[in-house]
């Protein structure tokens, strides 16, 4: 009976892999090019589900609000002929809705409001919402009857085996990448496309899925590489940085390649995960070790280096196969070791935002190659070095990922906001009106003080400072994350400007307003560390 059952349910996963193959391919009939799938007649339903390891989640402060981090979606009511559903598992508090479709120029708010369809399913467990969406039939059939079938599609924050189960029940395609190739945004997938296209990438382990295997590999990495100094023990699945621990091998020099034998050394190591720096403070290595049978783990070498950066390129692969590069950008980012994602700057410096395109060009052609679909992701680690009597910059990716990510929702605010362009020859984003737009962004403008500020304060605290966002100059600050204010005291912005400087202008002016305006109830609340300075 137990193998009847277990036929029974690859028998249906098949099918169902099958079918969502067959929906996939309606996008590429739909579609022919990337301007017909921008501007064209559709309905869209947004599942803003993060399913991904729900023990790592829990480390990110406020997370249960994350599903809003896509309602810039919203934006693309600008469009007159769009429908959109957009489905959480709380409620989204009415003022939050109504800035978003104040934001779209030229379109009254009733009419993009009469083309919205808000859903809930009043469950705020710690789960993917895909989940709970499935668990609902009558819900599963709402989203089906709200939407036209020929026209439409389904988009997600990141693509896994239920998003495909939901795709196929409603019978809409999914705009996301298949998750029968999730393995290529995992960190050994990653490190094997760098490989195939020859873009630079640090000496790491193979993929390991016990602490033993964990210690060879990583005895082998140093063995390598004599003169490391730290290395990076990485969850296969890790996100963010979250998944993420430092091994530092300066206190077991003792155990060095030219000092110590192979038995030795993996004995040394084993002991020394016990003191891995996490990036969370309640993580353990206990914790983390009960992880890597499951996800799996890999060592790699730490890049050192004085001054360093962390770059990344953002593309999208369309249903007929194209490659665009989208975005550059130069990440923020914090932690105990530099390795939690906090913001962005857009663009990517200019000594190397071309450079990073490039390889970012292959990596996304490689993924096409493999039948992927939609967003993707190259981050780096750019250190500077001097080459041939000149400074410049080393650079080395370190991570693909397959899904919407940080700097998703701040470059398509703009470029909604805007319609503007980018420009892959220059790496800027220039408006219609031909000016250069920069922007800085964040997910975790955090302050104790903001404790307590609900949606409707927030409002009250942008029109008293003229923080709106204005669409005559498109310059500005658009807030995100605003659920998130009152129970964490924190918040997502971006800050858009004409110059570098000015974008970091209106992102401090924010910072002053809030810190003004909460002053009285919090005069010792500590400042909040951002970009290195309070």
Known sequence: MQSLTASSSTSVEFDQAVQFRLLQSQLRDRWQSIEQFDHSDCDIIVIPSLTLDQQELKKIKGVNYYEERLLFSLIRLGNPNTRLVYVTSQPIHPSVIEYYLQLLPGIPFSHARDRLLLLCVHDNSSRPLTEKILERPRLVDRIRKAVRPTQAYMTCFNSTAIERELSVKLGIPLLAVDPDLLYWGTKS????????????????????????DLAVAASELWERNPDL??????????FSGQGNALLDLRPIAHAAPDKASSAERIAILTDRFYHLSFQSEWETWDNFSLQIPGLGAIAEAFVEGEEKRSPSVQGRITPDGEVEILSTHDQILGGPDGQIFLGCNFPADEAYRVRIQEWGRRVGQNLADKGALERFGVDFI?????????????????????????TTHPFMTLKLLTGGRYDATTGLFYSQQGTPKFYMASDNLHKDRYRGLLPND????????????????????VFHLMGCLSEFGKLG??????SP?????????????????TRTSHVNAEPIIWNGQS
């Open 189 to 212: 997938g990653s490190r094997q496309i760098f490989a195939e296209c020859n873009v630079p990438h640090p000496d790491g382990s193979p993929l390991t899925h016990s602490i033993e």
């Open 229 to 238: 100094k730290r290395m990076v023990i990485k969850l296969n699945e890790g």
């Open 382 to 406: 750019a250190v500077k070095c001097e080459r041939n009597g000149r400074e410049d910059w080393d650079l080395q990716a370190i991570e693909i990922n397959l899904r919407k990510g940080g």
């Open 458 to 477: 927030l409002m009250d605290i942008i029109a008293h400072h003229r923080l709106h966002f204005n669409s005559t100059s498109e310059t500005g600050t």
């Open 493 to 498: 912005l971006t800050s858009i400007g004409n």
């Open 501 to 517: 400087q000015q974008a970091e202008d209106i992102y401090n002016r924010v910072i002053h307003a809030l810190d003004e305006e």
